[in-house]
């Protein structure tokens, strides 16, 4: 029996080993992993380890003795370069070969490069891996003027741990708004000005045509327009692409991600993938997504796990995200592309309110500001399909509870 392999060992494909041993799978389990490190969280990366807060050791998701006791193998700092799928056999850098029954893909996403003049020069970083992030942290140490391009999450949690380091920090959003197509206009603004309020400068509605050195050092970015910023760090965050490079060249249908059912099946039998590298239909969607978050990449890992297993179950979860921002919590559950109306719940002022969309009178997501309380409410009513009327989502003395107990 050639057993199950997995590429990647972050949350996805952990996740899926674990699965499968908890599941009873008693076959051979390989997880091969391109980074030389233990599995580790990647969104504190951003963050407390910026921030000297944590260690990379304390970034580590499970003691090493979890894999070996339950007979998972990690290959650590070993690529595959190509995948061949009759053959049912992936191949690694260097020309060792893993055969597999099964094979699960959660190589996850990397970050889009930026192309423009200068993007080359020593000083241009982006924050993916524990690598990028010591690399960054000993920078920002260094730096003084810290340019951000991109008002996305990556890009916002970077501004927000470098002004808290007392670094000068601009932030370049070619869009209108910040996180414009994550969140609601309503929280963009709400946390545009918890940001200069912080001391961050925002330019919006900016784009960056070039990036200037001094020798090969970055000195300076240059604006549409003219404008120039002193900069001795560029950090660029402009968001991420699949890694499912392996899959298109082995003939899997691909669409920005790996297309997988709810199972996390692939169209070839045998072969499954899970995480930042995968699209699935969701129904909370109405459509195909690829999303890129812990949650999503842990719970079809899971569901993956369980059909390699043969002890299926859906994967059906509401998509959800966090992001923390100087000291507040973003977090957003549900999908709101293509809400036409957003109803407020709470204070703005207060620092503590959540944004509820609509989708032709259906509630498909919730953006909250520090109100763990409405996420965890907001993930039952759009789970279930239950819409409270958006005159009882404005009233604050009105208990969202009672929508869920008036259904059991
Ligand atoms: C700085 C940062 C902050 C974040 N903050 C948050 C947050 O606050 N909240 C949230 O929900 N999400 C956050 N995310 C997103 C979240 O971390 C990802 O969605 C999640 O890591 C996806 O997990 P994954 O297992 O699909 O893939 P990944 O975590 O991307 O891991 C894939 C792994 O596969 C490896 N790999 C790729 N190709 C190969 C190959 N050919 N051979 C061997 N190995 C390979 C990669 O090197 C990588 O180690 C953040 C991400 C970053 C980078």
């Given at each position: 029996m050639s057993g199950l392999v997995v590429i990647g060992a972050s949350y996805a494909g952990v996740q899926a080993a674990l699965t499968v041993r908890e599941a009873g799978y008693s076959g051979p389990v390989t997880v091969v992993a391109d980074e030389a490190v233990l599995p580790y969280q990647r969104?504190?990366?951003?963050?407390d380890f910026l921030l000297g807060e944590t260690t990379a050791q304390g970034l580590l998701m499970r003691d090493e003795a979890i894999f070996t006791g339950r007979r998972i193998d990690l290959l650590l700092g070993r690529r595959v370069v190509e995948l061949d799928r009759n053959a049912g056999r992936v191949v690694l850098a260097g020309d060792a070969v893993l055969d597999f029954d099964s094979l699960v893909i959660a190589t996850g996403s990397r970050a889009r490069p930026i192309t423009i003049h200068g993007a080359e020069l020593d000083g241009v970083c982006y924050l993916r891996s524990i690598a990028d992030a010591i690399d960054l942290k000993a920078r920002l140490d260094r730096a003084s003027e810290i340019v951000i391009v991109g008002g996305g999450f990556i890009g916002l949690e970077v501004a927000s741990s470098a002004i808290k380091l007392g670094k000068r920090v601009t932030v370049i959003e070619a869009g209108s708004r910040l996180l414009e197509r994550a969140v609601s206009s309503v929280v963009s603004r709400f946390l545009l000005d918890i940001h200069v309020q912080a001391g961050v400068a925002v330019k919006t509605n900016a784009a960056i045509s070039a990036i200037l050195g001094a020798g090969s050092r970055v000195a300076a970015v240059e604006l549409d327009g003219g404008v120039r910023l002193g900069a001795d760090l560029v950090v660029v965050g402009i968001g991420g692409i699949a890694n499912d490079d392996l899959a298109v060249a082995a003939g899997l249908k691909c669409a920005n991600g790996i297309m997988v059912d709810q199972y996390g099946r692939?169209?070839?039998?045998g072969i499954y993938a899970a995480g930042d590298c995968a699209i699935h239909y969701s129904r909370f969607a109405g459509g195909w997504i690829r999303l890129e978050c812990v949650q999503h990449a842990q719970d079809q890992g899971r569901a993956v796990g369980l059909a390699v297993a043969d002890s299926r179950e859906p994967y059906d979860s509401v998509p959800r995200f966090w992001s923390d921002q100087h000291d507040l919590r973003l977090q957003t559950v549900g999908h709101a592309a293509g809400s036409d109306r957003i109803v407020i719940r709470g204070a703005i002022d207060a620092g503590r309110f959540s944004v509820f969309h609509y989708r032709q009178d259906k509630l498909v997501a919730v953006d909250s500001i520090n109100n763990p309380g409405d996420q965890m409410l907001a993930r039952r009513l759009i789970a279930a399909g239950i819409s409270p009327e958006p005159d009882q989502v404005k009233d604050i003395s009105c208990d969202l509870r009672s929508f869920l107990k008036n259904r059991q």
């Open positions: 969104p504190p990366l951003s963050k692939t169209a070839c039998p």
